[in-house]
């Protein structure tokens, strides 16, 4: 049975900066093709990504993801009986989320002597509602569903989940209604295996097409009180930085995506709109998106130079193995014109060496340097390129896989 897999390949260069930095501030990199890169985490771009769905989606869509799973429910748990204490409120939340997860939810230990002590030195300190032991990711429709169930055991919660009934209520509650970015990325749940999520998109960590070593930036600031005989900075410190061509890529399967969402917020609904809404979310998303480590001291706005979306029904693929060999500045030309031309020819060579070809190719471009990639498919602006991959995915997927 064939699948419908959408590989996307994008080239993006960005200028002086710090997108992606690792403990020390430094910003990451990875030795391919036997030279340092400049390179940018797969979780870098998820999270920019998950951050562009807010501007893309509806809320009821998506996901949270914290440790704060009870008071978010809590607050659900109250709008439904407006009359309920926030103490009452979080301790059912903490059950129905600890019998449909298997996680143990614990009051966080007060971090600090202000935090431990009442104001005025003679009441308690004010209670503090229940957290995970990890960050949770739980979607809208979940967390509306065990506040429902919540104010149904309300009288005696303990007594209401010892019956399996409502316990195994509490595990499809949390194992169903997926959100968008629960479905797309997936969810570790480390003390129930069981209601764990396979992702249904896989994302690289983006690599320069080309050598690149760091540098630094020495900076000073100067107080703006200084008195004019006074010399000196007020203070002095360093970033360190670097620019590059990027060669990002990403994989979604389409039929996982369908089964993580499943009927999506309308249990009546037709299942391929969820699914196109998911499949054109992510692919504005993760085109558009960009991560925003040091953006105020660099301001790193700059679009990918060009997109290549292929449709596929075989498997996933990569074609990075263009920059192996890493481009090196000609007379005239930066990467992005070379690492064009590398792109194009690696996607011709593999597709015909390997059987390979796409069902359909979209390709977005700018610029004269990214000329050669508009032989490689259907030329399209990113507005068209969303529109008609949802278009191909909904004519293909009709929710009967």
């Known amino acids: 049975m064939s699948r419908t897999i959408i590989d996307i390949h994008i080239l993006q260069t960005v200028p002086p900066s710090n997108l992606n930095r690792d403990d020390l501030g430094t910003p990451k990199t990875a030795v391919y093709g036997g030279v340092p890169r400049s390179r940018v985490s797969s979780q870098a771009w998820k999270r920019a990504t998950r951050t562009a769905f807010k501007g893309l989606l509806d809320p009821a869509e998506l ?23 926030a103490e009452e409120s979080w301790e059912l939340a903490k059950a129905v ?15 600090s002597k202000k935090d431990k002590e009442p104001a005025d030195g003679t009441e308690e300190a004010a209670p503090q509602p229940p957290e995970s032991k990890y960050l949770m990711f739980l979607s809208a429709q979940q967390r ?10 309300r009288g005696d919660i303990t007594a209401f989940l010892r019956v399996k009934e409502n316990k195994d209520r509490a595990r499809q509650i949390a194992d169903t209604r997926h959100s968008v970015d629960i479905a797309l990325f997936g969810r570790m749940v480390a003390d129930g295996a069981d ?7 896989q994302v690289a960590h983006a690599l320069s097409v080309h050598k690149v070593e760091n540098e630094w930036d020495y900076y000073t600031a100067v107080d703006d009180e200084n008195a004019e005989e006074e010399t000196g900075a007020g203070m002095i ?90 481009t090196m500045d000609e007379s005239g030309s930066g ?67």
């Not at 209601?195 to 998109?201: C, G, H, K, S, T």
């Not at 996607?347 to 059987?355: K, L, S």
């Open 237 to 326: 410190g360093a970033v360190e930085f670097n620019s590059a061509t990027l060669y990002r890529y990403a994989a979604l399967d389409v039929d996982r995506l369908a089964d993580n969402l499943g009927q999506g917020l309308d249990e009546k609904a037709d299942r391929v709109a969820p699914v196109r809404r998911a499949v054109e979310a992510f692919i504005r998303g993760f085109v558009s998106s960009l991560p925003t480590g040091k953006i105020n001291a660099f301001a790193h706005h700059t679009p990918p130079d060009a997109v290549v979306v292929k449709l596929r029904e075989t498997r996933p693929v990569s074609f990075v193995g263009a920059f192996e060999e890493p």
């Open 335 to 401: 990467h992005v014109r070379q690492a064009s031309e590398r792109l194009a020819e690696q996607i011709a060579d593999v597709e015909e060496a390997f059987g390979e070809e796409a069902v359909a190719t979209w390709v977005v471009r700018a610029g004269r340097n990214t000329a050669k990639l508009a032989e490689v498919g259907t030329p399209v602006t990113l507005d068209e390129l969303v529109e008609d991959v949802g278009t191909a995915v909904a004519q293909r997927w009709d929710g009967t896989r």
């Open 195 to 201: 209601i764990n999520v396979d992702a249904a998109a």
């Open 97 to 111: 989320v600890e019998a449909g997860t298997g996680s143990k939810l614990l009051v966080p230990e007060r971090k």
């Open 63 to 85: 996901g949270v993801r914290t440790k704060k799973v009870a008071e978010l429910i809590g607050e659900r748990i109250r709008e439904l009986e407006e009359e309920m204490t």
């Open 144 to 153: 509306r569903g065990l506040a429902e169930l919540a104010v149904e055991g």
